[in-house]
């Protein structure tokens, strides 16, 4: 069995691949950069546990992460644990991506497995969405070319930053609007940031099209606030909850 672990700034998420490549199970834990490799290796072993799974029987591990500060206590903890270093996606670790970038080594390890399962489901051009803190787009084109992307404030970040800014505003989650035209200030607040954010998309989705005229573009979305927002999108999305969970098992099957 594989064991995936992405690393988010907000999130950590725990994926457990079957022999057949099948996610076993999906769990998240809090990111805390503070915890020794102690404390992580415990929290992995408790959700072996929940889920009735031995870690024993896990052959190999993969980690992504975007928190530098806590990789060495991770790496550390699944050692520890599994009796062997974790594979890491970043320089050296093959991809098949063409990245066509500046500085390619700037790239985060979450696109990149984006990347890599988009082009396992969809024809380029592609272009991947990943709402989780940051609001993550990339564009994939023909040769499997990973041409950039965009980064833009996450929908809870932006909501943060709205409530923390403005003394009336209050602190809100994000939920469904219940119409367009909010009657009070937290349906004002949930209405502007929903259809604002699908508007947002929808318009940076219109201008990438345009730099593909005459193809059909394919457009998929993935991470916490995805569901929320994309329904509310008039471009069609295709929502992916295990987008990256299967990047990561794309990418150890290409580098094992």
Known sequence: MLLAIDVGNSNTSVGLFGKDGRLQFLASLDTDSRKTADQISIDLMNLFTLYNYNYRDVTGAILCSVVPPLNFMMQKALTRLLGKPPMV??????????????????????????????????????VTIDMGTATTIGVISEGRTYEGGLLLPGVNVSLEALSRRAAQLPDISLQHPKALIGKNTEDCMRSGIVYGTAGMLDGIIDRIREQFAGQELSVVATGGNAPVIVRYCK??????????????????????
């Open 89 to 126: 996606v970043g320089p050296g670790v093959k991809t098949g991506l063409n990245l066509r970038l500046t500085v390619q080594t700037q790239v985060g390890a979450d696109i990149v497995a984006d990347a890599v399962a988009a082009l396992e489901k969809f024809h380029p051009p592609i």
């Open 235 to 256: 471009n069609k999305i295709v929502y992916d909850k295990y987008l990256l969970m299967e990047g990561l098992w794309t990418i150890y099957q290409k580098n094992k």
